[in-house]
């Protein structure tokens, strides 16, 4: 079947299809011998950040962009797990997930149906460092939506009717984490690397037995102390400007009470680093294990953010970052291997994983070691270094295309309070890194010795090829990470 | 900014149904672009968009596993990753590598219906990627080796572990499909294929299918973004102008498809909570029904106030998931409802209530608030696809496949202005109350009570 004829273009289209080109100019070989040369990459323009704080005390950030009718509002909070007590992991991210359960005069499914009617996307979320409410909205429902956010914001209704509702509806996906190798290397890994008694080694959704002591007096109180204007910034990003941001937002969130802002969250140590183990998380008849290996990484205000950017590239985080090249196109052992310093406001984690077939995976693991090792053995050489440089400096503006492109980005500057025309230098930053660099921070922050190697897998299939690998001790844990006697 | 998976797009034929662009209220919708085609039959369509420094080339080629024959399923996956293994003047591994090092990235994607490829970068770079992207239409094949066959086949092995056998409920999909196609329909198998199948792939299938296939007269380019067109004019013709024209392709027509009668299946897996599914034949992409059934689904399944989430998660607390999707593909389309029980109920429960739900939308149909509230989302899903110029420039490559119109961004979203609540009260009727289904159940491992059972069956 062909596909269907034209059905009719632009005028200008249909005389371009009329004006053949000419058979001479195709004639013209090109030369392959050689990649084209290129111009000048352009330069990075960015819209600037306008800031203003209303009358209660919350910051607001504005960034205009007028291509397209959408706005993008976040409100960013400090109200994320690692305020936690040690007793309830996931109230926070509970909490967050009940603020559109009810608020104002609107039910749970009410606030759904109006930002839906609306065509906005509403959410609310917690990681470990923050909250936050956004907001995407066609231009023209603005203010309605507005309306539904600050109701969302400042009077969440938290029926116990609601609570109940949401925290078995909870107990049913922690039960379902157990089909999923990936969600559980993500509960084991951070478990073992950073301990119970820090708040990023603890679950962020919660545990079986902390959901059940969710109730509405434990979600009321993590609101009230940690929901208030001074422990929040809002950023509004696109086809709008700082007045009309203001009057908007003036009038819908002048009820927040100002309240006793909380004091920020303590520091926390994670556990003491022992010798590299494997920590085997048994998934009988998996048809793959997941590896994830690594350590206590380092907190987004590192001194090394950016020669740590180059050093993750080349390691594993770009499509021929060393990882990738070597699992994937080299042996085929993964569809995908990769590598994160995840950089949070304490120090976060750094890990290096895959998904490899069963039957690879001490095979896979050497790699990884191998690489990890070399990473830090061997001066990176110089077209790798430019490769990986230029790859995050000249990617650069793709990631302020769109209105939420651009709000995760400026959003990251409030989360982390870093100058509002830090992107204006990132660029020169980069460009900066030498090979050196990159090996200092290597022999740095990949702790070798001290490895957390979590692998989620077919024990039956793969245990005695990791004891033969001969690289360290293993300990057999359940997906909370905790050891199996 | 990381890029590790070359997808193949996922659950078969339910493929182009989810997000589209689109304008608001009395604005009319309009991507300008210009349109010529090479002498080798190459179509270009370039689309100026000065925002931001970007370009992205959307390579799109007519064929995807739909066109594949039994015994070699997954193949046109399989063909899409060895187009990144290097062609006769880009060694290996460099086709990434040069594009990295100017600040680009790239992908492919294969679904039923064709398989495309980008590039997306700073505006500078786009000699390049034209340079990587002619070289591989024009000289690939005498660069594959049967070791870069066995390479990506094991990648593609992994791909499949990894998304399909290594996840709950991950194996539904070809479950389903080899019930509702008959053997010889291109559709019976996911786009993945099977390990048999891939395993069985040769040198010569490569060859065969890239002169059949990848060939000018096969292929529309889109370039999109910080581009002028008279210089992206040039460059095409400079690149792409010298590869032969290759053989008319020829497409061997599809079975009918038809359910005689409701198909029940279960399967086990390793899983905590059972899960079913319910799938019915509908119409193909852009058919006069098309939109109606996207329409339907939102109806049912879209957001908290929907339909089935409100009665089966919210209200009886008896799912903790329930979705519907539309999706109309070249030689067919499909409806699909899916409901995960919580603990402590079965398949039976959900399906009494799914049935219910179906009877009642088509004997009264949506309200009028159900309707705009589609609507509105549909204009909204619409605008957010042009704020990319990636975005835009795969949906230009779409329409043209699909209707022959690249700008057909304000007709679509007319298509969905037009639908009335009795269209979707007469769809539902027609294409579900009315006609078979596929029902499977996915059940945890020695469960087997849990699954669905023929009402009045054994």
Known sequence: ?485 | MVRHVRTAVGSAVLLMACAWPAQVAAQSLRVPYITFTLPNGLKVIVHEDHSVPVVTVNTWYHVGSGDELPGRTGFAHLFEHLMFMGSQHVPTGQFDQLLEAVGADNNGSTTVDRTNYYESGPANALPLMLYLDSDRMGFLVPEITPEKVDLQRGVVQNERRQSYENQPYGLADENILKRLYPAAHPYSWPVIGSMADLSAATIEDVRQFSRTWYTPTNATMVIAGDVNPTDVRRQMTRWFGGIARGPAVTRRPAPPVNLETDIYATLEDRVQLPRVYNTWHTVKAFAPDDAVLNVLADVLSSGKSSRLYRRLVYEMQIASQVSADAGGARLDGSFEISATARPGHDLNELQLVLGEEIRRVAEAGPTTREMERVLNQTEAQFLGQMERVGGKANQLAYYDYFVGTPDYFQADLDRYRRVTAADVQRVAREYLLRAHRVVLSVVPQGRLQLAATQPGGN
């Open chain 1, 1 to 485: 079947m062909n596909r269907p004829l034209r059905a009719g273009a632009c005028p200008a289209a249909a005389f371009l299809l009329l004006a053949a080109v000419p058979a001479a100019l195709a004639a013209q070989a090109p030369d392959r011998t050689r990649p084209p040369a290129l111009g000048p990459a352009p330069a990075l323009r960015l819209p600037s950040v306008q800031t203003a704080t209303l009358p209660h005390g919350l910051q607001l950030a504005v960034v205009e962009m007028h291509k397209v009718p959408v706005v993008d509002v976040t409100l960013m909070l400090d109200a994320g797990a690692v305020a936690d007590p040690a007793d309830l992991p996931g109230l926070a991210t509970f909490t967050a997930n009940m603020l559109d359960e009810g608020a104002g005069r609107r039910s749970a499914l009410e606030i759904a149906e109006e930002a839906d009617f609306l065509g906005a996307r509403l959410s609310t979320s917690a990681s470990y460092d923050g909250a936050a409410i956004a907001l995407h909205v066609p231009k023209r429902q603005l203010g309605p939506a507005l309306d539904l956010m600050a109701d969302v914001l400042v009077r969440p209704a938290f029926a116990d009717s609601e609570i109940t509702r949401q925290r078995d509806l909870r107990r049913t996906q922690i039960l379902q984490q157990r089909d999923q190798p990936v969600a559980m290397a993500g509960l084991a890994f951070p478990s073992i690397v950073f301990g119970a008694q820090h708040p990023y080694g603890r679950a962020i959704g919660g545990t079986e037995a902390s959901t059940a002591l969710l109730t509405r007096d434990r979600v009321s109180q993590f609101y009230q102390t940690h929901y208030r204007p001074g422990n929040a910034k809002l950023l509004v990003v696109g086809d709008i400007t700082l007045a009309e941001a203001q009057q908007l937002v003036a009038e819908r969130f002048g009820a927040w009470e100002r309240g006793t802002t909380p004091p920020a969250a303590p520091a926390a140590t994670a556990a003491a680093p022992t010798a590299r183990t494997f920590y085997l998380v048994d998934k009988p008849g998996a048809a793959q294990s997941v590896i994830r290996i690594g350590n206590v990484g380092v907190p987004r205000s590192t001194a090394d953010y950016f020669p740590l950017q180059v050093l993750n590239t080349i390691l594993g985080g770009s499509f021929t970052s060393r990882l990738n090249q070597n699992l994937r196109e080299t042996h085929g052992y993964t569809y995908g291997a990769n590598s994160q310093f995840a950089m949070r406001r304490m120090a976060g984690p750094f890990q290096a994983g895959a998904a490899v077939q069963s039957a690879k995976t001490d095979s896979s693991l050497i790699e990884f070691l191998r690489e990890l090792r070399r990473v830090r053995d061997e001066v990176v050489p110089q077209a790798e270094l430019d490769k990986a440089k230029a790859y995050i400096a000249l990617g650069l503006p793709g990631d302020f295309e769109t209105t939420s492109g651009s709000a995760s980005q400026f959003r990251a500057l409030l989360d982390f309070g870093l100058p509002l025309d830090y992107y204006n230098s990132y660029v020169a930053r980069i460009n900066a890194i030498t090979a050196a660099d990159v090996q200092r921070v290597a022999r740095q922050y990949l702790d070798l010795d001290h490895f957390v190697i979590v692998v989620v897998g077919d024990r039956s299939q793969i245990e005695a090829g990791i004891r033969a690998l001969n690289e360290g001790p293993i300990s057999i844990r359940d997906l909370w990470g905790q050891e199996i006697r």
